[in-house]
């Protein structure tokens, strides 16, 4: 049997690994938790849409891109992750295989442009979620057995412009969030008959609020410059939910209670340059900024607190994470080889933001390939756009480092497949406008001369 100061030590690590989840890119499959496959043709750039966006689904990078998207547009993407691999191989040479399955992520965008100067768009989407699974008895499970996020953010758009190749956006964030995870309680052998598992499950909702700045420039036709800004959101947790499921002999050092945790989302700021050099064809160059240093120290109040002792309760933890600012580098390019149809191809280099004293199987971040390639179809207003991509994270060995929670190697891979699917029409039908008349001929000897027809031949 463990001591208490132990027991302690481990709901605290829980508790670390349950506000993770609010920050990190998507489970173990992107940049903590961040989600940002937003779209099929974009995601076939590698995501490297800031300035030359054009679909409303480009908003999520850059809410001015709807300046230069004409008429009324309705989008849905359906983005799947397939962990391939997801391991975990002890300083041993034992390796334990995430049972983490296959997982669908849906977002929707419209847009209009109301007049050569304005322009709106609204955006749902997911842009931190996923889950991770581990088995029941596997020597981790003190760290992680389930958990699970679902975040929803709400997004409305007015983009001006473009005047004298500016256009400028601003949107407002309104973001909701819920999380769960599960890990098992390093407490001992349980008494002689009491089958409880000893396990831990969190939970809690919070809401946020945050917004979005952007700016587009095309200084001549075949250069175009973007910038974008997305605030942090400060997600407030209250009344979150610790419910233990201990054997007797422990019931009344685990209370059920409540819990209260502010976290601080982090700031993503970008940049942007497309390119046009001939016709039908067109390629970006991105760069991202992910401010993760506003995740630098974690505080939970509890109602009742946690007992360390016979006359000790702690009601209020606090847990120092400094995690680090990243710059990630994306390019990608676009050839309509045809009238109907588009090839698209991308490639994203992202990197670790997860300390080494922190990394652990429900963060294995680290340094990121990603390759990209899709293909894209438009008929009678009707388009497809169907994209794939290879996530490969360099493995990362933490087996020497006596500071992680878990020492050992992690490695995984990921496939992710997006469609997305539109309709674009115009509801003012310009494109279908009469032809204007011809005016009258004053000077005959303006008139076009018609020339003469050939008799037929008998």
């Known amino acids: 049997m463990t001591t208490m100061k132990h027991n302690s030590q481990t709901i605290r690590l829980s508790l670390v690994i349950l506000a993770a989840l609010w920050l990190l890119p998507a489970t173990a499959f992107a940049n903590a938790f961040f989600i940002q496959e937003m779209s099929g043709d974009g995601m076939a750039q590698g995501g490297a849409v800031v300035a030359g966006g054009t679909k409303p689904s480009s908003m999520f990078q850059n809410a001015a891109n709807l300046a230069f998207i004409p008429d009324l547009n309705f989008e ?45 768009g609204i955006g749902e989407f997911v842009d931190f979620g996923l889950a991770v699974n581990w088995p029941d008895d596997w020597e981790g499970r003190h760290i992680i057995i389930d958990a699970a996020m679902n975040s929803f953010t709400l997004n409305p758009n007015v983009a001006f412009g473009p005047w004298h190749g500016f256009a400028f956006a601003v949107g407002l964030d309104v973001k909701w969030g819920a999380v769960t995870i599960k890990r098992a309680l390093t407490l001992g052998l349980n008494p002689y008959g009491d089958d409880a598992p000893n396990t831990l499950e969190l939970g809690g909702q919070a809401w946020g609020f945050g917004a979005n700045l ?72 991105d760069v991202w900024l992910t401010m993760w240093s506003s995740y630098d120290t974690l505080k939970f109040t509890f109602s009742e607190g946690l007992k360390e002792g016979p006359e000790k309760t702690v009601k209020v933890q606090e847990e120092a994470q400094n995690f680090k600012d990243f710059i990630q580098v994306r390019l990608g390019g676009e050839w309509w080889f045809h009238e109907h149809f ?35 179809t438009e008929w009678s207003g009707f388009y497809l756009d169907l994209a794939y991509m290879l996530v490969y994270m360099l493995p990362r060995d933490m087996s020497d480092n006596v500071n992680n929670p878990l020492p050992g190697k992690y490695k995984w891979v990921v496939h992710d497949i997006t469609v997305g699917v539109g309709y674009h029409f115009d509801p003012f039908f310009k494109d279908q406008a009469p032809a204007e008349e011809e005016a009258p001929i004053d000077d005959p000897a303006e008139a076009p001369s018609i020339a003469p027809v050939e008799p037929v031949q008998s």
């Open 76 to 120: 849905l993407v359906a983005t799947t992750y397939i962990p391939q691999v997801l391991s975990y191989t002890n300083p041993q040479g034992e390796t334990t295989d995430s049972t983490t399955p296959a997982q669908v992520v849906p977002h929707a965008f419209a847009s209009f442009k109301i007049n050569d100067w304005l322009a709106v």
């Open 214 to 285: 952007g700016v587009i420039y095309q200084p001549v036709d075949w250069v175009r410059l973007g910038m974008s800004y997305r605030s942090g959101i400060k997600m407030a947790m209250k009344g979150g939910k610790a419910d233990f499921d201990v054997a007797t002999l422990y019931a009344d050092r685990f209370p059920d209670q409540e819990f209260d945790a502010t976290i601080n989302l982090p700031h993503l700021l970008n940049w942007g340059a497309r390119f046009y050099p001939v016709e039908n064809f067109s390629f970006e160059l």
């Open 342 to 376: 588009a090839m698209r191809f991308g490639v994203m280099l992202d990197g670790n933001v997860v300390p080494s004293d922190t990394l652990s199987p429900m963060l294995p971040d680290g340094h990121r390939i990603n390759s990209c390639l899709g293909i894209g």
